[in-house]
């Protein structure tokens, strides 16, 4: 069974295993499959979408709308091929669409007097900051692989094959991603050694 | 830091030289520490879990998994060399005896490379999370600029009177070839257009204009680099624009009714 399996960093290979047989038995309609895919993804997707988006609402509409998209283009998977670069290109096509229809309304909606409260942070182990308010200081190109591999557990080819780009790029993006971060939490240590 | 030690690090299983690293850094010890921490747990509801189970086991059916990528690449190659066939079959071969050689050589293999990598592309396109050898925005504006030097490199530049006339006439014989082809390039690639109809559109539009293209280069024996591209190139650029605009119609008529349907669905599983 798979329940589960993907909340735990990195993903068992036999876990994913696990869900290529889960795939191609929901191809085959088995009415077992929906529930095991979806409780076995949810958690990791919700999290890629929560790392890319402020509002946990919009993040749950995400969730809904790629599980909708997937049951929709299921027979776009192929047997045999590894399910997560599948599932998360499908999930980062339902993210730009959502972005641009809710630029769309944005452009035809007046803007509010008090802007809605971003959630707060996280707070981390000590003094460190927590992963999600880390990540969320980077561009979203690199916050998407770094979230990708740390949080979806995929590995670099499955993530050049999600972004449609190549390990050499996601490797970079990467590598920028943790020169950066190293940097913050220097400027953080800087920053708490002022303060006290 | 070498990027494999990196690596370990950011899934969170240090090799013995990663970990000796760490002890040496302490940036990469607390970014390694930081990333180390445990995720705090946030689970979707499990009520919008059973209502998106619900949606989808509603009309849970078997579906035919998409074909080998192989067997995709064989029929849209198979498709175009057909229909250029029947093309050439019905229009001559006036343009290949008129070229030298050399100019046979480059524009034919430009258009045959062209068609190959349009090929791979598509085939990428529609199976979702296969990886893109070629980038799928930027291809078929780059195959046209590169088409359109490569005439421009191996055709002379000529005044010639009836320009217009001419040009006309020849977009005219090649643009109906294209669009009958994009028919049947389609039937095949229409289940698979999920992640981006309009990209992928664009690129069928492309390679069925690039049949129109390679039957004209065959059939045209004006030489002239400025007709070549206005009304042999100019097929392909047409079509794209079709693909592109067929695409986009398409998408939105996917999105209103499946996106509608289960929409419904979902709310309609609300306990």
Not at chain 1, 116 to 134: H, I, N, S
Not at chain 2, 174 to 183: A, E, N, Y
Not at chain 2, 202 to 215: F, M, Y
Not at chain 2, 224 to 242: F, I, T
Request: aromatic share 8%; net charge positive.
């Amino acid at each position: 069974m798979v329940e589960g399996c993907l909340q735990q960093n990195p993903i068992e290979r036999e876990a994913s295993a696990d869900l290529d047989r889960w795939m191609q038995r929901y191809q085959e309609a088995d009415p077992e499959a929906p529930t095991a895919l979806v409780t076995a993804l949810s958690p990791a997707l919700l999290r890629f979408f929560r790392s890319q988006v402020a509002s946990r609402e919009h993040a749950d509409d995400l969730l809904q709308e790629t599980w909708l998209r997937i049951h929709r283009v299921r027979h776009s998977y192929r047997p045999g091929e590894p399910v997560l670069p599948w599932i998360y290109t499908i999930a980062r096509r339902v993210r730009v669409d959502g972005y641009r229809r809710r630029l769309r309304i944005k452009t035809h909606e007046a803007d509010m007097e008090v802007l809605p409260k971003r959630p707060v942070a996280a707070e981390g182990r000590g003094w460190l900051p927590a992963f999600d308010t880390l990540v969320a200081a980077l561009p979203e190109s690199q916050r998407e692989v770094v979230t990708m591999l740390k949080v979806g557990g995929l590995s670099l080819e499955e993530v050049a094959r999600s972004t449609a780009s190549t390990i050499g790029a996601v490797k970079q993006k990467a590598h920028r991603a943790y020169a950066k971060l190293r940097k913050l939490l220097e400027a953080h240590e800087e920053f708490r050694g002022g303060a006290q | 830091m070498t990027w494999r030690e990196m690596d370990q690090i950011l899934v969170g299983v240090p090799a013995p030289s990663a970990q000796e690293h760490l002890r040496d850094c302490k940036r990469c010890h607390e970014l390694s520490t930081a990333f180390g921490q445990p995720l705090p747990l946030e689970t979707p509801s499990a009520t919008m879990l059973r209502q998106i189970e619900r949606a989808m086991t509603a009309d849970l059916k078997p579906v035919r998994p998409r074909p080998p990528a192989s067997q995709l690449i064989v029929a849209l190659a198979a498709i175009f060399f057909f229909a250029f066939a029947l093309g050439v079959y019905a229009m001559g071969t006036a343009g290949f005896a008129a070229m030298s050689p050399l100019q046979a050589w480059v524009i034919l293999g430009g258009l045959a490379i062209s068609a190959g990598v349009l090929i791979q592309s598509l085939v990428s396109q529609i199976s979702p999370g296969s990886g893109h050898r070629f980038p799928a925005k930027l291809l078929p504006a780059g195959i046209l600029i590169v088409l359109a030097i490569v005439v421009a490199g191996v055709f002379p530049f000529q005044s010639e009177r009836h320009f217009w006339e001419r040009g006309w006439f020849c977009l005219r014989l090649g643009t109906p070839i294209s669009v009958l082809t994009i028919i049947p390039f389609w039937l095949v690639l229409r289940r698979g257009a999920i992640l981006s109809p309009v990209l992928t559109g664009a690129a069928a539009g492309l390679l069925a204009g690039l049949v129109g293209t390679s039957v004209l280069e065959i059939h045209c024996p004006n030489l002239d680099a400025w007709h070549r591209l206005y009304s042999h190139v100019g097929v392909a650029v047409l079509c794209s624009v079709l693909g592109l605009a067929w695409g986009f119609v398409f998408d939105l008529a996917d999105w209103y009714f499946a996106h509608g349907r289960g929409r419904d669905r979902l709310l309609s599983s609300k306990p």
